[in-house]
């Protein structure tokens, strides 16, 4: 499949991310001519799976769905609340 590609300067890239960014998504490859070196920028793989938020947002939406609240199993209520107790910081030094 070929991706479509444009070329913009580093000043209009500065001055629409967002609508940079939404190019990006939607599948074409932009390349930022002007920086030194150039930079391109594409999609890479989709991540698998889905945050926790969303599927917060599932299990409220199915439980009105049902009129009732569904119940974890104990192994699996252990399992969650073990991974958020080992839970550790997001270390973010390397984006500085």
Request: charged fraction near 30%; charge should be negative.
């Amino acid at each position: 499949m070929n991706m479509a590609v444009i070329h913009i300067s580093e000043a209009d890239a500065a001055r629409d991310f967002a609508g940079l960014m939404a190019r990006v998504r939607a599948g074409i490859e932009v390349v930022i001519d002007g920086a030194s070196p150039a930079v391109k920028l594409s999609m890479v793989a989709t991540r698998p799976g889905r945050l926790l938020s969303e599927s917060i947002a599932l299990a409220e939406a199915h439980s009105k769905e049902l009129g009732y609240e569904p119940v974890m199993d104990e192994a699996y209520a252990a399992d969650m609340e073990e991974i958020i107790r080992n839970r550790k910081p997001r270390d973010t030094s390397a984006w500085d």
